[in-house]
Structure formats: C-alpha cells, structure tokens
C-alpha cells in the first residue's frame, strides 16, 4: 500500500551521486511518500521543471544526469539556487568495491567507459564528482543499506527530521591487512587467544562456548566496556554533524575470535537504539556488522590441520549470517 504523501519540510529535493550508488531506488521510496519523481534531469533543465510542475505537484524529487562535462559545469548555478531557496541537495556514493558487484551484478555499462575495467570507471567517475559532491547540502552512503533503511533516510531527510546514524561493525584480522574506511579501529591482539586451546581453535567469535572462555577474563571485560563506552560517547556527535556513516573496526590476528566475539557483543548490547523510542519516526542507529576475514580465517585453518572430524569442510558448508537480528543489507 502506498502512502499518503507526508508533510514534508521540503517540497523539492534535488539527487546527484555515483552510478550504483541509489538514485534509481532513492526516487522510488520517495515516490512512495508522495513525491514525484524525475530522473535523469540535466542541471540547467531543474529551474524551468520545478516551476512549470510546481502548481500540479506536492513535492518533486529530481536526479540529475551528470555524465557530461557540460551538466557538469552546470551545477554551481543549481547549487547556488537550491541554497537560496532551502532546498536540500543529496548525494548519494558508496564504497568503491560495493559499487564495483552492484554494477557487475546488474551488466550495466558505465558512463566512463570500461576500457581500462570497471574499477576504475568508477573511480574515475568519483574524482569527476567530487566538485558536485562538495557543494551538495546532504551525504548518504548507501553501502549497507537495504531499501527499507534507505527509505528511512530520506522521509527523516525531508521532513527535517534527525537521521539514524549508519554504524558499521568490522571484524578483520591483522593478517590480512586493515580496512581502509575504518574511522575507529582497536587492536585487540592483547586478549587471550582461542588459537592456543585446541577446544576452541576450531571454533569462531560467534560460539557461546568460546564468548564464554573470552569474557571470563577480566582484560576482556574491561577491553570491551572501553570500546562500548567510547561508541556511546562518539555517535551521537557524529549523527549531530551528519555524518551519516560511521565505521567500527576490531582486529585480532586471524579474524576469526577475539574480534569476531567482540563485534557480536557490540551489536548485542547497541540493540536498543536500533528501534525507534516513543513515538520517534526513526532509530538512532542502523547497525551493520560484517565479519572481513572470518572465512578467510576458518579456509586457513581447514587447510593448516585438516576438517574437523565428522564436519563438512568450510568450502562445503554455508556462512553463517551473523546476528539475524540485524537486517542484512540490500543492493538491488
């Protein structure tokens, strides 16, 4: 059932953002909150379409083409106008290797061409953004969200309301190298380590059986009331400045226990600001967890001292999906 068009704080909104990155999705959640939208819009065609429309539409929500250099050059005008009158400028991006399956995954072709591979059209297209980018009002990374906390995002972006802050929690082992988006990192390395109790080596973050071994010590204990008590102090800053995408990183060595133990805990204990409150329209958090090298870690391990006995090997069996409480994103 659609819905009835919300009172909004904006009855125009104005879209730029990275191929892959939504707009197509963005239009349609906010056609289902009353908008029309308009997609493919070059800059310079925006004015004369919201005034000629204006008078037959409650709110319009417009995309832009911005594959040329001429549209391009266009937009600091638009900017300058959206700015006078209020108007909300959002741009849309994700990480570069999100993109680079979502584009894969749907063949389509890139505006930059793919001569030199998909990568780097992508990246090419983001240095070619970046002066749009910089005069956009708004910024939403859509790398973890499903179309439902992508739909979240804009009806709290137009009716001015606060918006959930989009925290990410890694888990990865030093062995196989750092995130790179990560704004907060731990190293955890210092913990006592599963890998030297036999009972427990084969086991992963997310067993009972080995939580309970880690967090009998009070190091960890300890450890990990600093990490909570440092992410409740920070988000709420980062959500005040808009920033709508915070990255958690937790390491270890292999990525397999200690780290992966301690992100599962985390997004235990953060549950209760991942529901909305009262009344309020949103969370404060939309929290993500993504285990980086678990299987690389569980592979490695198979292969240093074979499959445990009466177990499927890792290349056999399925992930887990970590936490079934938190919705898994989406990137159709």
Same mark, same amino acid.
């Given at each position: ?163 959930? @802050?989009?925290? /990410? !929690? ?8 750092? #995130?790179?988006?990560? *704004? +907060? =990192?731990? %190293? ?73 133990? @301690?992100?599962? /805990? !985390? ?8 529901? #909305?409150?009262?009344? *309020? +329209? =949103?969370? %404060? ?48």
């Amino acid at each position: 059932m659609q819905d009835k068009p919300m009172s909004v704080a904006t009855p125009v909104l104005v879209i730029a953002g990275l191929t892959g990155s939504g707009k197509t999705l963005a239009i349609q959640q906010l056609e289902q909150l009353g908008y029309t939208g308009l997609e493919g819009i070059p800059p310079a065609q925006v004015l004369p379409l919201v005034e000629a429309m204006q008078t037959h539409h409650a709110a319009l929500a417009i995309s832009l083409n911005l594959h040329a250099q001429e549209y391009r050059d266009q937009v600091p005008i638009l900017a300058g106008w959206a700015q006078s009158q209020g108007i909300p400028f959002l741009f849309l991006e994700a990480r570069s290797p999100v993109l680079l399956n979502r584009l894969s995954a749907h063949r389509r072709p890139h505006p930059h061409g793919e001569a030199a591979g998909l990568l780097e059209a992508i990246e090419q297209e983001r240095l070619a953004l970046a002066p749009v980018r910089e005069r956009c009002t708004h910024w939403l990374d859509t790398s973890d969200l499903n179309a439902q906390q992508l739909r979240q995002q804009l009806q709290a972006l137009v009716q001015g309301i606060p918006q959930p @802050l989009n925290l /990410r !929690l890694v888990s990865f082992g030093f062995k196989y190298g750092i #995130p790179p988006d990560a *704004n +907060l =990192l731990f %190293d955890v390395r210092f913990l006592p380590n599963p890998f030297f109790q036999p009972h427990l080596r084969r086991l992963t973050g997310q067993d009972p059986l080995l939580q309970e071994f880690l967090f009998a010590d009070p190091i960890t204990q300890s450890t990990y009331q600093h990490i909570l008590s440092l992410i409740k102090a920070f988000w709420p800053h980062y959500r005040a400045e808009r920033r709508p995408h915070l990255t958690l990183a937790i390491g270890c060595t292999g990525g397999q226990h200690r780290s992966v133990a @301690l992100v599962e /805990r !985390l997004a235990q204990d953060l549950q209760p600001w991942t529901v #909305p409150a009262g009344n *309020n +329209l =949103l969370p %404060d958090l939309n929290v993500q967890v993504q285990h980086r090298h678990l299987l690389d870690s569980q592979r490695e391990l198979e292969a240093r001292f074979g499959p445990a006995p009466g177990e499927v090997s890792v290349a056999q069996q399925q992930v887990r999906i970590p936490l079934a409480s938190v919705p898994a994103p989406s990137h159709g």
